[in-house]
Structures are given as structure tokens and as C-alpha cells.
């Protein structure tokens, strides 16, 4: 598994707004679509493309096209959708998927509630957007539906990660084909399982519930 954590002055800025607690719902919610849009840009890198010749006004040249299938992004509900808008501006043809899962805040283990994902995913890159990678249970097992449907490669997009986090995702993927691209790695989770210094609850904050 790899792991990259982006060095970028801009994404620190914004991520630091981010964190302020003071940051309203609607700051918050942009903030999320441009600090996604940059670490997409990271997380594309190997997007699979082919040869297209194309006519400029001056002469033909060779270019290239993302390649088919299409790449999949799948935000994990609820927090993940707000990190959706960031990815496809980058990424406008690739198609969309949906996982909703929840975290018992007792057992910290994930559940999943909803799925809106092709039965197939042979041959298929996958993106998954998830803000927070904490204990790293949703997204490990969010990884591992993917895989079971057929793709060939999962990247996901965290905005912080924890530690912990990283470590539970390489245990649950196995070896597999998986990047973990984040804005940040924090120090730890605390005794409610939550990023420390982290930024709190991201649902909570992208849609006014806190």
C-alpha cells in the first residue's frame, strides 16, 4: 500500500482554516471542494489514459483520453459527498458510485446502510473520498467491497488521517493495489476513536448539524 501525504503551502493554509472551529458550515463546505480538487490532482497521477489523434487548427497530433472503462469515484456517505464536487471538476467524465456506511460510536465498527455501486468492476480504477481516516474501519471495508466487485485499483482521498488509521487500511487490504493520498497526517485518535488535532465531526461541519 502506498501512502502519500501532501506538502503544499496552499493546502495547509486551507486545511488550517479548515481545523478553526470557528469555521462556518458554508467556509467549511468550499473549503472541502478545493482542498479536494488539489489532492486530486495527486491521486490522478496513474489515471489510466490512451493514444487519441486529434486536428488542432495548424496539423494532426496525438494526444490522450482517459481510457475505458471509465474511472469510478465513490464518496462514502454522508461526509464523502461533500468531498464529491472537488473531484469531479477535476475529473468530469469519470462515473459515480455510493457507499453509505455508519460508524457505532460505541464499537467504532462500520456498517453499511446503502450501496449504489456496478455490479462489475472488472478492469475498473477506483476512487474513493472519504475526509476522515481514523480507525480506518469504513474505509478498509469500503476498499475491500471494491475489490470483491472487481477493481483492479483503489486510491482514496482523505482530507487528515490518523496513524491508526493507516495502519488498520493495510491490514484489511491485504497487500492489494491501494494509495491513500492525504491533506494531512495527525498524531493519534483519541479515546472516542476521533483525529487529534483532526477537525472534529466532518459531517457535522459540511452540513450545519455540529
Known amino acids: 500500500m502506498r501512502v502519500h501525504v501532501a506538502d503544499h503551502p496552499l493546502i495547509t493554509h486551507k486545511l488550517t482554516v479548515l481545523r478553526d472551529k470557528n469555521t462556518p ?35 494532426t497530433t496525438t494526444g490522450v483520453a482517459i481510457s475505458k472503462p471509465k ?6 456517505l454522508r461526509a464523502g459527498l461533500g468531498m464529491l464536487e472537488g473531484m469531479v471538476k477535476l475529473m468530469p467524465t469519470a462515473e459515480v458510485g455510493f457507499l453509505g456506511m455508519v460508524r457505532d460510536e460505541e464499537t467504532l465498527q462500520p456498517t453499511t446502510y446503502a450501496e449504489r ?19 480506518g474501519g469504513s474505509l478498509g471495508t469500503a476498499i475491500d467491497f471494491l475489490f470483491k466487485r472487481g477493481a ?34 495527525d498524531e493519534r485518535l483519541n479515546e472516542n476513536g476521533y483525529i487529534v488535532p483532526g477537525l472534529g465531526d466532518a459531517g457535522d461541519r459540511l452540513y450545519g448539524t455540529v
Open 25 to 59: 458550515s458554508p467556509v467549511f463546505r468550499a473549503l472541502t471542494e478545493e482542498l479536494v480538487t488539489l489532492l486530486a490532482y495527486e491521486a490522478t497521477r496513474a489515471v489510466r489514459v490512451e493514444p487519441r489523434q486529434i486536428e488542432t487548427p495548424v496539423t
Open 71 to 76: 474511472p469510478l469515484v465513490v464518496p462514502i
Open 117 to 135: 455501486l456496478p455490479d462489475d468492476l472488472s478492469d475498473r480504477q477506483c476512487f474513493v473520498l472519504d475526509p476522515m481516516l481514523a480507525t
Open 152 to 185: 483492479v485499483d483503489v486510491t482514496a482521498i482523505c482530507i487528515l488521517g490518523a496513524p491508526e488509521g493507516i495502519a488498520a487500511v493495510e491490514k484489511l487490504v491485504d497487500g492489494r493495489d491501494v494509495t491513500l493520498v492525504l491533506g494531512a497526517l
